[in-house]
């Protein structure tokens, strides 16, 4: 079940990182040393009341001229409108009303997506509430006072989010279609790919940046069955700031994966894996999607004996953070490998829906404590009382043992690397959950 995605709109120095950092809390600042695994501080994880959703931030726009700033504001804005869920157009009312903020404020009045008017910097209501009402004439609604900075009004804020998400979620799961999301850096081929499966123009292939602006959904039938394409090819904008570029990237690269049970990351096997292409793998990953790596423009390289190996190694070494990834070599121009896609889609959503039964996972567990003892600190030893499934997209494994701190990550990879042994889960992450049990100690 994906989550809802909410975008921060408005101009530059209203507050929107603020905002962001607050809503966000302390999950963007946790730091894993996984390589290749995305920090950037454009989207988040945020839970109120229970409900989940995706946060992106549509800022770090500030350029010179005031056109320019107006331009930047409606692609940011048009951004939101494509992706978003609820927009939370972000106003300040220090600066109070300007003319930029109702040129935004028509274009997401037209959307017809759900808009919450936020006024930030009002750090006293008392005082501020008569500067909040001027920006009733946006024509946006009520416009809702917080201090971004100060924490004020956020509860009220978020409150008014969870209104606009829809009650019914669990109607999407109704839809069985396997839904796979193609990802990676503009031109490496991933329109080429949609459009050689279904056989026909479905998507505007060009070498011209921003040919495709939005995701796509692209339904494809092989054997009988039918599949849901999301492609991102809109990756490039018409935009010479490279970070903002990366930015975007990413942004429709989040919405996209959230969406999506299997995402292909689309890599040119003319450039090789890169730094970048570890980035967008990453959020997929972060996320525990099943993941193929597929290169493409394979027809193009010159090939030896050894190529595929050395290509293969490399891949592991750049993406060693999810050495579970299936790898495929396909060419869109020629088709070569294409149709056999469709297998292994099929076998990784199978691994991602796979359940083990309680008491096999504990006898694997068992076993491979018996062959590498389990962790000690100063005198206590790790102990492990229980092993079980609890969920499925990703495998999720709650493991009862009776100190956390003792359980190390390396031994957590052992026993997935025991439970891999045994089941594959090829293509898809396994998550790991530890808890303590008390009072169980002989």
Do not use: C
């Not at 809802?4 to 966000?24: C, D, E, H, M, Q």
């Not at 799961?173 to 990802?183: F, H, K, L, N, S």
């Not at 894996?273 to 010159?302: F, P």
């Amino acid at each position: 079940m994906s989550k809802p995605v909410v975008a921060i709109v408005g101009r530059p120095n209203v507050g929107k990182s603020t905002l962001f950092n607050a809503l966000a809390g302390e999950k963007i600042a946790i730091v894993k040393d996984t390589p290749g695994v995305t920090r950037d501080r454009i989207y988040a994880d945020v839970s109120w009341l229970d409900r989940e959703f995706t946060l992106i931030d549509t800022g770090g726009i500030e350029p010179d001229s005031r056109d320019i700033i107006l331009s930047r504001m409606r692609e940011q804005a048009q951004i939101a409108i494509d992706m978003a869920d609820v927009i939370l157009f972000m106003t300040d009312v220090k600066q109070g009303l300007v003319d930029a903020d109702s040129k935004v404020a028509d274009m997401l009045r037209r959307s017809r997506k759900p808009v919450i008017l936020v006024v930030n910097k009002v750090d006293s209501f008392q005082k501020m509430m008569p500067d909040v009402y001027e920006f009733y004439n946006l024509g946006i609604g009520d416009p809702v006072p917080v201090s971004a900075s100060q924490r004020l009004g956020i509860g009220d804020m978020l409150d008014k989010v969870l209104e606009y998400f829809p009650e019914g979620e669990g109607e999407e799961e109704e839809d069985e279609r396997p839904r796979v999301a193609i990802v990676g850096k503009p031109n490496v081929g991933k329109s080429s790919i949609i459009n050689r499966l279904t056989g026909e123009e479905r998507v505007i292939v060009s070498d011209v940046a921003g040919t495709t602006r939005d995701a796509i959904d692209t339904s494809v039938v092989h054997n009988g069955r039918e599949y849901v394409f999301i492609d991102t090819a809109g990756l490039r904008r018409k935009n010479k700031i490279k970070e903002e570029l990366e930015r975007y990237s990413i942004i429709r690269t989040v919405t996209a994966v959230e969406r999506a049970d299997v995402v292909l990351v689309v890599i040119d096997a003319s450039e090789g894996v890169t730094e970048q292409d570890a980035k967008i793998a990453g959020i997929a990953h972060e996320r525990g999607k099943g993941i193929i790596i597929v290169v493409n423009k394979w027809d193009a390289i010159e090939k030896d004996n050894k190529t595929v190996k050395e290509y293969e190694d490399n891949i592991r070494r750049v993406l060693s953070f999810m050495p579970y990834a299936e790898i495929m070599y396909v060419s869109a121009v020629t088709g070569q490998r294409l149709p056999k896609l469709f297998d292994k889609i099929d076998m990784v959503i199978q691994n991602q829906t796979l359940r083990v039964a309680t008491g096999v996972l504990n006898e694997i567990m068992t076993e491979a404590v018996a062959l590498q003892q389990p962790p000690s600190d100063k005198g206590k030893r790790l102990k492990l009382y229980y092993i079980t499934q609890v969920s499925v997209k990703p495998p999720t494994f709650v493991i009862f043992v009776n100190d956390k701190e003792l359980m190390h990550f390396s031994y957590t990879r052992y026993l997935e690397n025991k439970i891999r042994e045994a089941f594959g889960f090829r293509g898809t992450s396994l998550k790991f959950i530890i808890r303590e049990r008390k009072g169980k100690e002989q």
